[in-house]
């Protein structure tokens, strides 16, 4: 009788969610890697036995795939700001009786001299009334919030993914081609500084995205240039676990040496 392996599905459009694929290569589950974009599926690299999955999925669609899969254990490990998405999994599987784990990104220590802000219309609405340029690094879905701003095309330089859907979004907002700065990440501290020069940029706005997503280099590059840290909140968290505390609980429950 062949030997049922655990079936996990992981929703990994993130650094965590790499890391934890890449710990799971050639350990004796069937995984299947769901991202929202083919970009996001593009960073990965997927084993024999790891499927990946690209395209946004709304509520129902994660419960036709949760159905169809027969997964024991789904683990978000989705952006800390991708609040609706964390949302829609949750009750997916509550709906499908499906176990849920979130793999949770530590928040950062934040510094007492940055301006901070519940969401990207009160960043907004704050930068309105202030002077100098702004560097977006808040990616390029609040784009239109933004560019309710006066002088937005003047005074807005936007560092975003270089993908079309990216480039297409700051376009729509009406940004102009020379303020779109088109990079893929991890930014160094000294790419932030010449970035932050590059635009004459008084003000950056940013979101918590922790250490992979570059915070510190942010802070330190902020202060070294003389320009106000904007840092949009994080939306409410359900109760998270580290990378490591997800691998242990992997390996004590399926007898996985990862």
Known sequence: MAIKLPSLCIFAGTTEGRALAEALRGAPVRLTLCTATEYGGQLLDPAPGQTVRTGRLDEQAMEQLFRENDFSLVIDATHPYAAQVTEQLTQACRACGVEYLRLARAESALPSEAVFVPDAAAAAEFLAKQEGNILLTTGSKELKTFARMPDFSARVYA???????????????????????????????????????????????????????????????ARRAGAVLVVIGRPPQPEGHSLSEVLALLEQRYGLNL
């Open 159 to 221: 560092r975003v993914l270089p993908v079309c859907a990216s480039l297409a979004a700051c376009g729509e907002a009406g940004l102009p081609p020379a303020h779109r700065i088109a990079m893929q990440g991890p930014f160094s501290e000294e790419m932030n500084l010449a970035t932050l020069h590059a635009v004459s940029a008084r003000y950056l706005v940013t979101k918590d995205g922790g250490t992979p997503g570059g915070f510190e280099t942010k802070v330190s590059a």
